[in-house]
């Protein structure tokens, strides 16, 4: 079975704070990819990354970086000097070898100015 | 560029109540997929579609069935509403199932 926990509920950061948002997962597939969306107040759900379970290669994208580590099943997202516009809630998510598509219970980010 | 489109945007249903919410996106993606969103509870996968003509169930299925019989429309029906099904409902198309999901704007739906 796939499983994807994100233990943080709820962060609340000053802005320009740096701050990490912790995903860990399960699965028994050994192709696997990995995603985080972002929703923010408005609703809608937008794609930031995606990883593929041969490349654990680390990110970074202006502000946001990405640490993958398959030895501890964890797909972490940081976000350097935080801004207000990056208040919403982020969806860490993982699809196996069937495509069901599994997400975290998402973590609330509330970053205060 | 439509994109995914999800109608309706808003819906009250009475217990017992059938209905349809549609989905339809235009960027002839194979994979499409509808969650519900619970508060606390993320985004769960109720059925998914890997092309015209297949579906499977997701995490949490019953009480909604699925068809997908062109590439470009993947309605779920709910055949006899309940409360439990309050809910906001997202549809979401990719090129595969390994690509980034692309997701409609959701659908709120209340069952009193």
């Known amino acids: 079975a796939q499983k994807v926990t994100q233990a943080q509920t709820e962060i609340s950061v000053v802005e320009k704070e740096d701050v990490t948002l912790d995903c860990v997962y399960e699965?028994?597939?050994?192709?696997?990819?990995l995603f985080w969306y972002k929703q923010p107040p408005s609703g809608e759900l937008v794609f930031l990354i995606r990883?593929?379970?041969?490349?654990?290669q680390n990110e970074i994208s202006g502000r946001y970086s990405w640490n993958f580590q398959k030895s501890t099943s964890s797909f972490n997202f940081t976000i350097t000097a935080s801004q207000v516009v990056d208040s919403a809630v982020y969806f860490c998510?993982?699809?196996?070898?069937?495509?069901?598509?599994?997400f975290g219970t998402g973590t609330r980010l509330k970053v205060l100015a | 560029n439509a994109g995914v489109t999800q109608t309706p945007k808003f819906q009250v249903l009475k217990t017992g109540q059938s209905m349809t919410l549609q989905c339809a996106q235009d960027?002839?993606?194979?994979?499409m997929s509808w969650y519900r969103q619970d508060p606390g509870m993320g985004l769960r996968l109720i059925h998914y579609?890997?092309?015209?003509?297949?579906?499977d169930q997701g995490e949490v299925p019953n009480g909604y069935n699925v068809s997908r019989s062109t590439t470009e429309d993947f309605p779920l029906r709910l055949l006899s509403a309940a409360p439990s099904q309050t809910s906001v409902y997202f549809c979401?198309?990719?090129?595969?199932?390994?690509?980034?999901?692309?997701f409609g704007d959701g659908t709120r739906l209340s069952i009193l």
């Open positions: 998510a993982l699809s196996g070898r069937s495509y069901k598509y599994i």
């Open positions: 990883r593929n379970s041969f490349d654990e």
């Open positions: 699965t028994r597939d050994t192709t696997y990819y």
């Open positions: 960027m002839n993606h194979e994979y």
């Open positions: 979401a198309s990719s090129s595969q199932g390994w690509q980034p999901q692309h």
């Open positions: 579609s890997v092309g015209a003509g297949i579906t």
